[in-house]
């Protein structure tokens, strides 16, 4: 089998759905009258096992533990401890073996959280079912259900395995769970085509969904791990998630340290050794200064810190992040693909629109809150007799609840019945004072044989009055007259209403025709389904809709600024996705792939059509995690959004997972890496905006320590080439990497949003932590703190100073560089010549009196005079050391005014795509995001070849002068 064909979903193999009850019936030897008897219950749990979901082997806490280390930069830190412990260093030793260990317990601890998800399907399942054995019905252990088994549910029921209906009365399920509709489904006992996806199998009942209304009879098609909820647990355990990109780069960086300490060292030894011939100790302790040098000890601290503080402000946005390296993804995101009901959506049924014989109206408002205004033609309604009996209507020929709970409306039955509570509130009927005016004498409760639901009621002087509701071409079958604002009903236009019928469905609404008779002639108690008349008025239809959030519009817009693209994959009908993705500003409104049509591409193909398309209807979770697969061999970051335990598979497949915090199921939340408190699409933006700032600020906290580590290190091996004095020993090589540079490079870690951080488009996935800019800054700064400690080494022993006041002297001057180069780096392309680079960050200060404490410490304390072999400085001396940091300042701000001159800004490139024909627009038709990949990765080439260009001449004048000024002021 090919990789193509091993891709398609292999969904009910049997196609229980597609078969009639009585053929189901038969293949599985079911008694649908008197059940299955006793003997052969237990053949079959013999045969079938358990109705339970199996429990994977699990790897020894201790493995999982010891698991935790294999690492690359965990061997090169192991690797550093171990030589600090070679040379006596047991204090250093023990923070890099803590920092290790720390850093292991903490992953420990989040692979076991994300296990838990797994546990919570487990719990999903009924723990009893009403079921028909022997010929009695009686409640047993679900554990003992077993294919072919009859099983009884009735409103309030969980679904206890898989069924195939055989008998529904007024059935109505809740699957929003399996399928993400927001409202119930009815069920029945047709079967439903061969290639129907789970929300259009009608005539099934699903393990772990719950009975909303009426009752119904199935036979058990499918237990345990063949179920659907099994299906899902199984891809949930199979789904390996997948490395961060900031976790691949730096595997990949800890490779490239280590392949460069053992080249360098090697070249050093054998120079030292068989050229230079010093003695074995003594280059050996060089070489291990080198190795000590280039290692980046503070760098994993400092990244961790800087994911800290982004989880810090993610939560204060209420986006809770539960694995650190989650924070940097969000900056990566190139692709965010989110469940539409409860996410983008309200997950509350409103009514939208409404349609008369002689106007058509608009609803504002939010979900089931009452507030609102109906509006004609964008100004309010005013009083219209018609649209207040079709108020009256929805209050009276209603069985819902509507509450209000902690200042959050709830509804307590039907969505969609809920929703008609406000609709008249804006209307200005009230509830109460219509039931006392209009007492109800008689009802037909809605029921999926016949689609509508009727009440009948006393009025004013004895009389009566039938209201009516239901699906439009129910209704409009049994109405002969429409009512008007005149107040006489006139000969029904049934095309006006048909065409406005199809109008609404065709934005994605949810029809429902609303009639009324006036003295129908009923006595109280005979009221039918049957002899419903045939002579209804009817008053017009309404449209309802689970809005689109306000707030997740402007996020979306927000995102495709920042070159992020959104799509809506959801469980709901393509038409109602595709007229709400529109609303949101995705898609075109009309376009969109259903589950069924993913079923039938390949790999190819289905990688083709996610550069085109971005709304998904009736997708399934094979479907979704197929999706995500598909964008992410598209070279995207993938970050998927949901709250049902049907998008708990992609949302771990995915490079990160977002679940809801409120709607959201637990299975949803342990599987995700981050959770929103609010359940809103547009705390996903805040949350991206802080991880493009981690991204940003850990990009520049390893651009500032790098440098140090190349001077360090060259130091180093220019004394060994040239012959003379190491101006820097490997003891004070340690102190200045674990304590300068840590206490400096914690400061950036604390560094605000930079201007237009959202409208750049975000980072490349195969971009590694140093590019081509990057690599000539580390050199570039390298080469000038190199030149700077040397020349203030030579300096000192010019006028005649000791090794020891030498050293001291270098050391302090390779501190005061980056302390400088700190201001820098705080804007890796702006200009630090401005009060801007001293203010935004109160631990700006903190962090440069940590070290000068910290150095005058290690300059005149005894302690450490002795443990260093330091010398105290004159006084005289400083003036010049800081004249020399202010001039290595001066120099990195021409590199970056060279910078700026020849390598437009990304702010700048965004800002004119934006204004060019390469923009796209936010609510761009399919073909024209399609176009967004290629955009996005032609950009990089762009800017590499610019920098290219820029450094042609840039870099010999830059360095040229910068070290020819150093060596001059100080030599």
Known sequence: ????????????????????????????????????????????????????????????????????????????????????????????????????????????????????????????????????????????????????????????????????????KNLRMEEAALTGESVPTDKSIEPASADATVGDRHGMAYSGTLVVSGRGTGVVVATGSETELGRINQMLASVNALETPLLRQIKKF??????????????????????????????????????????????????????????????????????????????????????KTGTLTLMEMMVVSAVTAEAAYTATGDGYAPEGKVLRDGEPAGKDPVLDLMGRVSLLCNDAELRQKEGVWKVEGDPTEGALYPFAAKLGLDRRAEQEAFPRLDLIPFESEHKFMATLHGANAGGQMLLVKGAPEVILDHCDRQQTAGGEPQPIDRDHFMKASDQLAAQGERVLALAWLENPGIAAGSLSAADLPRTLVLLGLIGLLDPPRKEAIEAVKECHAGGIRVTMITGDHKITAAAIA??????DGVTAVTGAEIERMDTASLQKTVRNVDVFARASPEHKLRLVKAMQANNQIVAMTGDGVNDAPALKKADIGVAMGIKGTEVTKEAAEMVLADDNFASITAAVREG????????????????????????????????????????????????????????????????????RPPAAPGRPILNGFGLWRVIFVGSALLALT???????????????????????????????????????????????????????????????????????????????GNEAIPLAVWPRLFAGGFLFFLVVEFEKLVIRLRTPSPDAAVEAQAQGAGAFPLSASPPAQAKRPERREAAPLASKAAERNSFEWAVPLVLILGLTAIAYSLS
């Not at 412990?85 to 047991?90: D, R, Y």
Request: charged share 20%; aromatic share 8%.
């Open 1 to 168: 089998m090919d990789e193509a064909a091993r891709e398609k979903p292999q969904r009910d193999p049997r196609g229980w759905h597609a078969m009639s009850f009585e053929e189901v019936a038969k293949q599985l030897n079911a008694n649908l009258r008197a059940g299955l008897d006793k003997g052969e219950v237990s053949a079959r749990l013999d045969k079938y096992g358990a109705n339970r979901l199996p429990e994977a082997g699990k790897q020894s806490s201790f493995m999982k533990f010891l698991a935790q280390f294999n690492n690359i930069l965990v061997y090169v830190l192991l690797g550093a401890g171990f030589v600090k412990m070679m040379l006596g260093l047991w204090v250093d030793a023990s923070i890099i073996l803590a920092v290790v260990f720390i850093n292991s317990l903490l992953g420990f601890i989040q692979e076991g959280k994300a296990e838990k998800a797994l546990d919570s399907i487990r719990d999903m399942l009924s723990a009893e079912a009403r079921t028909l054995r022997d010929g009695e019905a009686r409640m047993i252990a679900s554990e003992q259900l077993v294919p072919g088994d009859i099983v009884l549910l009735e409103s309030g029921d969980k679904v206890p395995a898989d069924l195939r209906l055989i008998d529904v």
């Open 254 to 339: 800890g490779y490239v340290i280590t392949a460069v300490i053992f080249v360098v060292g090697a070249i050093v030894f054998a120079y030292g050794r068989w050229v230079e011939g010093l003695p074995f100790v003594e280059i050996f302790q060089a070489v291990v200064g080198i190795a000590v040098s280039v290692i980046p000890e503070g760098l994993p601290a400092i990244i961790t810190i800087t994911l800290a503080i982004g989880v810090q402000r993610m939560a204060q946005r209420n986006a809770i992040v539960r694995r650190l390296p989650a924070v940097e993804t969000l900056g990566s995101v190139s692709r965010i693909c989110s469940d």
């Open 692 to 759: 493009r700032t981690v991204y940003n600020n850990i990009e520049k906290a390893i651009l500032f320590m790098l440098p140090t580590n190349v001077a360090q290190a060259a130091v180093i091996m220019v004394a060994i080439f040239l012959g003379f004095t190491l101006p820097i020993t490997a003891p004070q090589v340690l102190w200045v990497n674990m304590v300068t540079s840590v206490a400096l490079g914690l400061v950036i870690s604390f560094e605000p949003h930079e201007r237009g951080v959202m409208r």
């Open 790 to 868: 040397l020349a203030a080494f030579f300096w000192m022993k010019s006028d005649g100073a000791s090794d020891a006041l030498a050293r001291t002297v270098a050391v302090n001057t390779l501190t005061i560089g980056q302390v400088f180069y700190l201001l820098n780096s705080r804007f890796l392309r702006e200009s630090s010549l401005s009060i801007k680079a001293l203010s935004g960050n109160k631990y700006l200060p903190m962090g440069i009196g940590a070290v000068v404490v910290l150095q005058l410490l290690f300059t005149y304390a005894p302690p450490l005079q002795y443990l260093f």
């Open 582 to 587: 529109k609303m949101l500003g995705i898609g």
